[in-house]
């Protein structure tokens, strides 16, 4: 039996984004649906608030009827749902293994992976799809502003992102496979950057389609995207006002449409013209292109503004790689801010350690910069990819364990200065804490 094919599904860490939007889409379709988080968070709100019961802490136990235990990448055998799970001998399954067989029950899939952008592209593409009247779902590794991380609208097509750690997106066949970059990255799963692209054309080969970067695609079936005038689909009379862009965007030459994006950022111009080259792969007209791009509105922790700080504006984004943190900084400076405050907080030491050299120097032109202690998430201390480490390798940073340490750092901030939290980890409630 299919694992999708399953009537009740009990998931360990289901206050993920990946893990809850899953939970939502399979509750819609009319599953059994409950799960167990260490904590509350980000996502268990909306799933309590549709009816899907969540267990905290050394609370919970599987349910009766269980036929299928659904756990995260940080989760191990040793964990006691799962081992309660085998115990009886019921299923246990992987996020990944799960999504590939929810995958498979919808008639087309575009599935977007690259090591940033995957977030905004795949929103980009509900929304470009809602406005053409599609029957499609998606899964959003974040917050849409509209859709949050799931929508539901029918079987037709199904919309996801495509992660590329421990070789997860090989297990998609997707009608169309979306490339944004191959920046190097989870390289403790690939042991280079070789074997890593090596996977991206295993996933380019797998689909009928692929839609990827100008300049990396060499397939037949390959359709190009970006800025350079040579892409299938390329931006032309681009225009930024105060980090915003609007552009035309050309379709193998011949003019598609008019955009205004509503989210900031030179590099939220790729990630719409990887979303319009997606969408015309899969017969969408270029109205809905249009209007699917200009009602995005953004997802939150991608340059969201959480508020002010003695008078600064504060806004985070979950840069946590370093051509993220380039975006992320470049944005930042076109805001037209009299000062920045950096807080950035590492996410995994391996990553860190991998990409120190890379970090150093995205990191090392920012005046005002405050490194928060590493969210170690599935990892264990190692001193060589450590915040502390990374710190003193940059001149102007200094090091932070607490909220004090942020708050003496951000003294001096006041009226016409940006205060930018970069991190994928709990940097985000940390400071959003601080504001309140």
């Not at 690259?114 to 470009?128: E, N, P, S, V």
């Not at 109205?287 to 922790?301: C, Q, T």
Request: charged share 25%; net charge neutral.
């Amino acid at each position: 039996m299919e694992v999708i094919d399953r009537d009740s599904f009990y998931f360990v860490g289901i206050g993920g984004a990946s893990m809850s939007a899953l939970a939502k889409i399979l509750f819609d379709m009319g599953k059994s649906v409950c799960g167990y988080d260490r904590a509350r968070g980000e996502y268990t709100p909306s799933l309590e608030a549709m009816g899907i019961s969540v267990d905290y802490g050394d609370d919970g136990v599987l349910p009766d009827g269980c036929s299928a235990v659904v756990r995260t990448d940080a989760v191990g055998d040793g964990e006691r749902h799962v081992a309660e799970a085998r115990a009886k001998g019921i299923p246990v399954v992987g996020r990944a293994e799960l999504l590939a067989s929810l995958a498979g029950k919808f008639e087309k899939t575009v599935a977007v992976a690259g090591c940033h952008g995957k977030t905004t592209c795949t929103a980009m593409l509900a929304h470009i799809f809602a406005c053409a009247g599609k029957r499609f779902t998606a899964h959003i590794g974040g917050n849409d502003l509209t859709f949050s991380n799931a929508a539901f609208f029918g079987y037709d097509w199904f919309i996801t992102e495509a992660c590329e750690y421990k070789r997860n997106f090989l297990r998609l066949s997707p009608d169309i496979a979306v490339i944004l970059n191959r920046a190097p990255d989870h390289l403790e799963c690939y042991g280079g950057a070789e074997a890593l692209s090596a996977a991206y054309d295993k996933f380019a080969e797998g689909a009928r389609k692929c839609v990827e970067l100008c300049g990396r695609g060499a397939g037949r079936s390959t359709v190009t995207f970006g800025l350079d005038c040579s892409a299938d689909y390329c931006a032309r009379e681009l225009k930024g006002e105060r980090g915003r862009y609007s552009f035309v965007i050309f379709e193998r030459g011949d003019e598609l449409c008019s955009v205004s994006l509503r989210v900031p950022g030179r590099h939220n111009v790729l990630n719409a013209l990887a979303a319009a080259a997606a969408a015309r792969a899969c017969g969408l007209r270029p109205e809905a292109v249009a209007s699917g791009l200009e009602e995005f509105a953004g997802v939150a922790r991608r340059f969201e503004r959480l508020g002010r700080y003695n008078g600064a504006v504060v806004i985070a984004d979950y840069a946590h790689h370093p051509d993220e943190i380039s975006a992320a900084l470049r944005t930042a400076e076109e805001t037209g801010a009299r000062r920045l405050f950096v807080v950035f907080q590492p996410h995994t030491y391996s990553r860190t350690k991998n990409l120190f050299e890379d970090f150093v120097r995205v990191l090392s032109p920012v005046q005002r910069l405050l490194v928060y202690k590493t969210f170690a998430a599935r990892e264990y201390f190692d001193a060589d990819g450590s915040a502390v480490t990374l710190c003193n390798a940059i001149k102007n940073a200094r090091y932070a364990d607490g909220v004090r340490d942020i708050e003496r750092f951000l003294c001096g901030a006041g009226e016409g200065d940006v205060v930018l939290v970069l991190g994928a980890g709990d940097i985000y409630a940390i400071v959003r804490g601080m504001l309140s």
